[in-house]
């Protein structure tokens, strides 16, 4: 059974850095690809960042480039979303997922596991 879960979430100042970490267990993730996505209240799930496994490549969200950097750790399974210079508009839950597939995709509809979500909260 797969499992990806979260943590690193948390209450920040606006201007203020949190690290997110995504532990995948389960199963070998060679050649999976995993990204994260993030849902604010009333609001629809939206495509944050993702880094194929294939050649390595890393694709950001316009409203989070230059301030977000995901990384990963495939001896440990794990993928990290570094989140720098965080604004108001940041605050949502973030969600990890994985798709078995070493091409990214910012779909959502393209993810065959997703974590339980970890809260960013960034007060003004």
């Known amino acids: 059974q797969v499992q990806l879960v979260e943590s690193g979430g948390g209450l920040v100042l606006a201007g203020g850095s949190l690290r997110l970490s995504c532990a995948a267990s389960g199963r070998t993730f060679s050649g999976y690809t995993m990204t994260w996505f993030r849902q604010a209240p009333g609001k629809d799930r939206e495509f944050v960042a993702t880094r194929s496994w294939s050649v390595g490549n890393t694709y950001y969200a316009d409203s989070v480039k230059g301030r977000f950097t995901i990384s990963r750790d495939n001896t440990k399974n794990t993928v990290y979303l570094q989140m720098n210079s965080l604004k108001p508009e940041d605050t949502a839950v973030y969600y990890c997922?994985?798709?078995?597939?070493?091409?990214?995709?910012?779909?959502?509809?393209?993810?065959?596991?997703w974590g339980q979500g970890t809260q960013v909260t960034v007060s003004s």
């Open positions: 997922a994985a798709r078995a597939n070493p091409y990214s995709s910012s779909r959502s509809n393209d993810y065959d596991y």
